[in-house]
């Protein structure tokens, strides 16, 4: 038998043993999409003073958005675009427009509704993701995107990181466990259709692997759809590469990390889909951890761990 007919993972027609996006676009779509990075021109409140000033440590100063085309091209022209740049390589008839850069809530209603129905009116367009954070949601934008979702697969990506207010103040986060908590519950209550998708990042200063582990915890107590992992890079021009070079941080290094994803999986919900085990950064900014270009490698090493240990998405958890 090969590794695939020995799986016992049930949310898997491979030998992932985890809820791969993979596989949840196979069932809600009857194949892969292409997911289209769009940056709307908006910004962060951790940027324009709203709480604070700098952005994260780590933000490269396009807000996660760096595989985004420009702001000065309109959503539309930057759909069109992507799918042109795709099309070479990938079926672009079915697309997810993502509204990555920044924080994609952080503006009045009347700035984002024709934002978001310039993308949903695009051709091909099957879903809409959002990343935001949990207190950039005004009552009447949650009231908007319950309304959208009825007419569309939308994801709202929310930036949490850690559960640990100390690790948010060090990297300039601006929010507590707790806002981020009564967003996401906002969420929940506008509608059951909002897919509500969770960011976490491994390997943040002063944080052990038990601090990280209390993150997946109690994220997965929340029961998200869909949750997102990330490995801690460090870019150029950031004030987390100026800590790094001074010698005032540490990179995870790539079994370490292996393992921490492998057991945060194993503490995740089966149904949960996992919409990523690492994170990117533009090879040309990186700074370190280098190991961390050869992303399938590291992938196929939490596929090898998992196999051994016998074990799957969801085994432990509580």
């Not at 008839?93 to 509704?113: E, M």
């Not at 915890?217 to 890079?233: D, G, I, M, Q």
Request: charged share 25%; net charge neutral; aromatic share 8%.
């Amino acid at each position: 038998m090969t590794q695939a007919e020995k799986n016992p993972f049930l949310y898997s027609d491979t030998n992932k043993r985890y809820h791969t996006y993979t596989y949840y676009l196979k069932k809600q779509f009857g194949g892969k999409c292409a997911k289209l990075p769009i940056d709307a021109g908006l910004t962060c409140p951790n940027i324009d003073g709203g709480c604070s000033t700098g952005g994260c440590i780590y933000c490269s100063g396009r807000g996660s958005g760096d595989f985004a085309l420009t702001d000065s091209r309109s959503v539309k022209e930057q759909i069109r675009e992507q799918k042109m740049i795709l099309s070479k390589k990938w079926d672009t008839s079915r697309c997810i427009a993502y509204f990555q850069a920044h924080s994609n809530t952080y503006a009045p209603l009347s700035v984002l509704r024709p934002l978001y129905e310039e993308a949903l009116a695009e051709e091909g367009i099957v879903g809409i993701n959002i990343a935001t954070r949990a207190d950039c949601l005004a009552d009447d934008v949650v009231e908007y995107l319950a309304e959208l979702a009825e007419r569309t697969v939308l994801t709202v990506e929310l930036g949490l990181q850690s559960v640990h207010d100390s690790t948010a103040r060090l990297i300039n986060r601006g929010h507590s466990f707790a806002d981020f908590c009564k967003g996401y519950e906002k969420l929940r209550k506008a509608s059951p259709k909002i897919r509500i998708g969770v960011h976490l990042i491994f390997g943040l200063p002063e944080e052990s692997h038990a601090d990280m582990m209390e993150s997946v915890r109690r994220v997965a107590s929340l029961h998200p759809n869909e949750v997102k992992l990330h490995l801690l890079h460090i870019l150029k021009n950031t004030r987390l590469a100026e800590i790094f070079e001074a010698g005032g941080y540490k990179p995870l290094e790539r079994e370490e990390y292996i393992t921490l994803v492998a057991n945060a999986l194993e503490l995740l919900a089966p149904d949960t889909v996992i919409g990523r085990l690492t994170g990117d950064g533009k090879a040309e900014d990186l700074v370190a951890p280098l190991w961390s270009r050869d992303k399938k490698s590291v992938l196929n090493d939490v596929d090898k761990l998992l196999y051994q240990r016998n074990s799957y998405q969801g085994i432990k958890r509580n």
